[in-house]
């Protein structure tokens, strides 16, 4: 077996067997790459099947020069699983990274806007032009209804049931989920797929997608990261913001507000409650405010 039958078998199993998203997969194929260049760069002739925990460790060696702790885990998450997936199917007897350990990291969340900035950079877009009212109803939905970016992109016409004021989301493996949205949230929408939406070019295979570009085609993750960040310097944002960042405020003020754990957990479709509590940021002057106002020994 050679690496990239090994690597392509292997994206098939995280598919299909794992249900992982498409940019997951590519992510874990990234960092199986970096390791095989390794190798062919050093004349090595290591297979997926014969390669040994010394030729591994050289590699994290040399990764170590160049990256920093938290990509380093990353690395070695997806290679310790890539083996793991090597021993489950007979492939090979032992996986070589069981006893290199990954460094160890923080918890690094992103930065949280308030409500105010999110206000002043909804008031940034440029409404005189035609993708303005697109650019609001998406950060409107994003902040809203706390999406992942790809989640956005891929929302659907037929995915909005406003009558019942929801929406319908398909996350991470296509698991979906139902998620309220607001009156105001809404009115943004319908007026970019009444009044915008409606003149665009719209091509085949993307009659349902809700967003579209100025070409009638779904937009890209990278697009939508950029509005971000076009905005965040237009109104002089000293913060490094993403589309992510709507995603984690929209949590983050929810918990402020009083909402409970475990609403948020199936807002934002975590499977677990745990990766709620690490997403969730609580500053800590607000937790003494709970404490102080609800503590029964005040």
């Given amino acids: 077996m050679n690496w990239k039958q090994a690597v392509t078998d292997y994206q098939h199993y995280l598919r299909i067997e794992r249900g992982l998203s498409q940019n997951s997969i590519t992510s874990y194929s990234r960092d199986l790459k970096k390791l095989y260049e390794f190798i062919a760069a050093n004349d090595l002739d290591d297979t997926p099947i014969s390669i040994t ?12 020069k160049i990256l920093n702790a938290r990509s ?9 699983s890539f083996f793991n997936y090597l021993v489950f199917e007979d492939y090979r007897k032992d996986n070589p990274m069981d006893l290199i350990a990954a460094p160890k990291i923080g918890r690094k969340l992103p930065d949280t806007i ?7 950079l909804v008031n940034a877009i440029d409404l005189s032009k035609p993708e303005g009212e697109r650019n609001r109803a998406m950060l409107e939905t994003l902040y809203g209804c706390g999406l992942r970016v790809s989640e956005l992109i891929n929302l659907q016409i037929s ?39 409606v003149h665009l070019p719209i091509q085949k295979g993307f009659e349902d997608i809700l967003f579209l570009n100025r070409r009638g085609k779904q937009l890209s993750r990278a697009m939508i990261f950029t509005i971000v960040k076009q905005l965040a310097e237009k109104i002089d944002l000293q913060k490094n913001i993403s589309p992510h960042t709507f995603r984690h405020s929209f949590a983050t003020h929810l918990l402020e507000n009083g909402a409970d754990l475990r609403a948020i957990q199936q807002m934002l479709g975590h499977e677990s409650i745990t990766t709620t509590e690490v997403y969730v940021h609580v500053e800590r002057t607000y937790l003494a405010q709970v404490i ?7």
């Fill in 53 to 64: 925990k010394g030729t591994v460790q050289q590699f994290i060696y040399e990764i170590a």
């Fill in 72 to 80: 380093q885990a990353r690395i070695i998450s997806g290679l310790k």
């Fill in 114 to 120: 308030s409500k105010e900035e999110i206000d002043a």
């Fill in 159 to 197: 995915d909005l049931y406003f009558e019942e004021d929801f929406i319908k989301v398909t996350g991470k493996g296509d698991k979906q989920r139902f998620v309220p949205i607001s009156q105001i949230n809404k009115k943004y929408i319908t007026i970019y797929k009444n009044q915008l939406r």
């Fill in 292 to 298: 102080n106002q609800f503590h029964p020994r005040k």
